[in-house]
């Protein structure tokens, strides 16, 4: 596609469900980044993919929290049993390379836990 | 791990003002990269410095990397309120490929 795309877009969601958010990075790109961002708050770096490297999940901020990337190209990251510190914007970018090029945000998942 | 930290955390100007926000880490980072975000938005990428002691402009804005490639600055001249939004330092480091971000900058710009 012409840009990361991530859904859904909104989600609401009861305390102590599951709950599954999607990226589809730009098409070709290797590296894939979730972030976390809360209100009016700076950018919290959850896990990194890198082609076929293990995954960088030391920003992953619980046993709760988990994300896989199929085939090197799409991700989703898992929250289990939702807690209302989880509500927040969470953020997938991803670039070509892992060194020295852009990253190209999505929209964002706005996730609400009531 | 990589931690890098960014002042002010918020800015108020009058528009025609200059506005400058600092980005240090911790450790140092093979390259530094600038985002804004406008209000509702997501980041959006302004440029990256790569090498030790790098200045570069876009118009009204000019990025610095220091020597050490440890820290990094974004000034801008004559604000004007199409400036407006959160401004994000990002740090790679070395060996690592993850992006690790500021908390940002907000500047905001009173006509």
């Known amino acids: 596609g012409a840009g990361v795309s991530q859904s859904p877009s909104n989600k609401v969601t009861e305390k102590g469900k599951d709950v599954e958010l999607r990226c589809d990075p730009i098409?070709?790109?290797?590296?894939l980044y979730w972030y976390r961002q809360s209100l009016g708050q700076g950018l919290e770096f959850l896990i990194y993919?890198?082609?076929?490297?293990?995954?960088?999940k030391s920003g992953l901020p619980s046993d709760r929290f988990s994300a896989e990337r199929t085939g090197g190209s799409v991700s989703t990251l898992t929250i289990q049993r939702t807690q209302q510190e989880d509500s927040a914007v969470y953020l997938c970018?991803?670039?070509?390379?892992?060194?020295?090029?852009?990253?190209?945000f999505g929209q964002g998942t706005r996730l609400t836990v009531v | 791990g990589q931690q890098v930290m960014q002042i002010p955390q918020y800015q108020h100007v009058q528009e025609g003002e200059d506005f400058t926000t600092y980005c240090n880490s911790s450790?140092?980072?093979?390259?530094i990269q600038w985002y804004k975000q406008r209000p509702g938005g997501h980041p959006v990428f302004l440029i990256q410095?790569?090498?030790?002691?790098e200045v570069k402009k876009q118009k009204r804005l000019t990025f610095q990397f220091g020597e050490a490639k440890k820290n990094s600055s974004l000034h801008i001249t004559a604000t004007q309120t199409t400036d407006v939004g959160t401004y994000f330092c990002?740090?790679?480091?070395?060996?690592?490929?993850?992006?690790?971000f500021g908390k940002g900058t907000k500047l905001s710009v009173k006509p």
């Open positions: 450790t140092t980072l093979s390259n």
């Open positions: 098409s070709g790109h290797t590296a």
């Open positions: 993919f890198q082609g076929n490297s293990a995954p960088d």
């Open positions: 990002a740090g790679m480091g070395g060996s690592q490929g993850n992006l690790i």
């Open positions: 970018a991803s670039s070509l390379v892992w060194q020295n090029t852009e990253a190209f």
């Open positions: 410095l790569v090498k030790s002691g």
